[in-house]
């Protein structure tokens, strides 16, 4: 087995492991998973159930009779807790609701006479695995590790498929590894006591959105209360972004509430019509106690800065590595200032607004005000109204949608009002994608197109479950880059109870043409001074990311250089090195390099840990037991 961790870092806010059965063959499969730093939490037999990396904060666990309970992560709830549940579980099954009823993010194991249920989270941010591993089936939290037990390769197939711009559903939910499962994020996983068999049990639906406005936002409030207070309770110091956004400003409000001290720091743009200083500023004089820390806007990494030099071991590409040095940039300082976790607004977006989709249903059920709404969206967007009714006609269901995309990857970007009506942004190649990877793409959304269902029914609904899980597999590889930075980052808009609250609200009454946030904003009433709430906009950094386009050329053109996608055949190197020195080319305004360049910039790193990895292996009896 290789280790591809080793250079990765293991630091608080990274906990990950993989679970085994109470079996001596499992035993001997969970040796071959230990390496410097690794520790284990075992059956009551002794042999290993837990085999990984966590920090004592990051767990709690519980044994009562033949039921076992494991938390890792933000957990929520303390030792007794546990035992309660423990001691009362009789059937796997009764735990869908407990798991219901959490706060905070964290990964589930339950053991009940010898089987074993392993979940994440419905966000997606917390995800689990599985492969057979000299005929054990291993669960694990990360699909890298599973692979590297394997020594299996990233399928180039795969490889193609991310390539996609966007990735559609299902398509991003399956490892570059073939012979490893996931385990979708609504769903838990049980192994049989035999260490063999496997199977998907559903325990999270998204409730049904029929709540109004007026009731849902003190709900919301709670939930996102509750979300901050379980990061904050044990004092201490914490740091918080506090860009000036809606969503940043009502977590840093809700930890000054808390017994933490607070530190908010402030990126400014660089776009002198940015007004995100002005705003934080405008929240920070609310919040006296709160240390203000200002960056100089000019320090800022640009996006793509770096790129060559990111040695993360992810377990899948990420566009999060274009934004990489930025996000990471003052995380050290602020652990220098005490912090312990930084708090960001992250999913703020995707929680207090929805997606316009839902209108495509309105139309249909509640004509005349879903007219009224349409003509304020079609003026606020500046949809044209040829592919506005177009998109409303359109009742492809999903499957067949996705059959269609595979003739079109070629085509331009289709108009914003199909993606925000439609079923979601049809996915793209580019110029630079060889026929080869091309072909491998269709391939893959031709299966998926006869097999696949959407997210939910409704188009609305689909479209904001996909966005959050876009989200998370983002954030869930950031918070990996922090951990290994010192101080790991948190995201409580991506907590389940706060997903779920936010999804109960009618939609109609979530996003509207004539209000901004109203989902946030009134939740956040008698928390956020209104005259903070008052905000109707947000910057875009656009300046930043054309900047950072023209000053990491080189590079760009570096990262072709050698390329592994070239080497693999999936892209022509040249045509990538000629856009590189021209930024401003209109191949590029028309054309998106973020996919291409994650899955580039993850090859690099996964072969640049794979020699290191034989110095790093252990003995079985190096372990250390919690």
């Known amino acids: 087995m290789t280790d591809l961790h080793a250079s990765a870092g293991t630091g608080h806010g990274d906990a990950h492991f993989a679970v085994f059965a109470d079996r001596a063959d499992a035993a001997t499969v969970a040796r071959s998973f230990a390496r410097p730093g690794t520790r284990s939490l075992d059956h009551a037999s002794g042999r290993p159930w837990l085999v990984g990396h966590w920090h004592d904060q990051e767990i709690v666990s519980a044994r009562v009779g033949p039921a076992a309970l494991a938390l890792v992560g933000c957990v929520p709830v303390d030792r007794t807790e546990l035992e309660r549940v423990a001691g009362s579980l009789r059937d796997l099954a009764a735990l869908d609701a407990w798991a219901r009823s959490l706060p905070g993010s964290c990964h589930l194991v339950a053991d009940l006479d010898g089987r074993i249920r392993v979940q994440?989270?419905?966000?997606?941010?917390?995800?689990?695995?599985?492969?057979?591993?000299?005929?054990?089936?291993?669960?694990?939290?990360?699909?890298?590790?599973?692979a590297a037990a394997l020594g299996a390769e990233p399928a180039p197939d795969r490889l193609a498929v991310r390539l996609l711009w966007p990735v559609p559903h299902p398509l991003l939910d399956e490892p570059l590894w073939p012979q490893i499962t996931a385990v979708a994020p609504h769903e838990a996983l049980v192994l049989a006591p035999d260490g063999r068999g496997a199977r998907h049990t559903r325990w999270w639906t998204p409730p049904e959105p029929v709540v109004?406005?007026?009731?849902?936002?003190?709900?919301?409030?709670?939930?996102?209360?509750?979300?901050?207070?379980?990061r904050t309770r044990h004092g201490g110091t914490v740091s918080c972004d506090l860009s000036g956004g809606l969503d940043s400003t009502s977590v840093c409000f809700l930890a000054d509430r808390s017994p933490a001290r607070v530190v908010a720091s402030t990126w400014p743009g660089r776009d002198p019509a940015d007004t995100d200083l002005h705003w934080a500023k405008r929240a920070a004089a609310a919040l006296p106690d709160v240390e203000h820390v200002i960056w100089d806007a000019e320090a800022s990494p640009l996006v793509y800065d770096g790129l060559l030099d990111i040695d993360d071991v992810l377990d899948e590409p990420t566009i999060g590595v274009m934004d990489r040095a930025r996000v990471l940039h003052h995380l050290p300082a602020m652990a220098e200032r005490g912090s312990r976790v930084h708090l960001t607004g992250i999913g703020g977006d995707h929680i207090a607004w929805c997606s316009e989709a839902y209108y495509h249903r309105l139309a249909r059920r509640r004509p005349l005000f879903a007219l009224r709404q349409l003509r304020g969206f079609k003026a606020l967007w500046q949809w044209p109204l040829g592919p506005l009714l177009g998109a409303l006609a359109d009742s492809r269901p999903y499957g067949t949608w996705l059959a269609d995309a595979e003739h079109r990857l070629r085509d331009p970007l289709a108009p914003t009002?199909?993606?925000?009506?439609?079923?979601?942004?049809s996915p793209r190649l580019f110029e630079w994608v060889t026929p080869q990877a091309e072909d491998l793409a269709r391939t893959a959304l031709r299966s998926a197109a006869r097999r696949t269902q959407p997210l939910d029914p409704d188009r609305g609904l689909h479209a904001d479950l996909e966005q959050i899980r876009n989200c998370t597999r983002i954030i869930r590889q950031w918070d990996h880059m922090a951990a290994r930075c010192g101080l790991p980052m948190a995201s409580p808009f991506l907590d389940d109870r706060v997903i779920e609250a936010a999804l109960a609200v009618r939609p109609d009454e979530r996003v509207s043409p004539w209000r901004y946030k109203p989902l946030l904003t009134t939740a956040m009433r008698g928390i956020v001074p209104e005259d903070c709430l008052r905000r109707a906009d947000k910057a875009s950094a656009a300046m930043d990311a054309a900047d950072g386009?023209?000053?990491?050329?080189?590079?760009?053109?570096?990262?072709?250089?050698?390329?592994?996608?070239?080497?693999?055949?999936?892209?022509?190197?040249?045509?990538?090195?000629r856009l590189a020195e021209r930024p401003a080319t209109r191949q590029l305004r028309e054309a998106v390099l973020y996919s291409t360049i994650a899955v580039e910039v993850w090859l690099r790193a996964l072969g640049r840990t794979r020699h290191e990895a034989a110095r790093d292996r252990v003995r079985p009896d190096e372990q250390a037991n919690t």
Do not use: Q, Y
């Not at 994440?120 to 599973?146: C, K, N, P, Q």
């Open 120 to 146: 994440g989270t419905a966000s997606g941010l917390r995800l689990v695995f599985h492969a057979s591993v000299h005929g054990i089936r291993v669960a694990a939290t990360r699909a890298d590790v599973l």
């Open 212 to 230: 109004p406005l007026r009731t849902g936002a003190p709900r919301v409030r709670e939930a996102l209360t509750e979300a901050v207070r379980v």
């Open 417 to 425: 009002v199909a993606t925000s009506l439609g079923w979601g942004m």
């Open 549 to 577: 386009l023209r000053e990491h050329r080189g590079g760009l053109r570096a990262l072709w250089e050698d390329s592994r996608l070239e080497r693999l055949g999936l892209v022509h190197g040249d045509v990538l090195r």
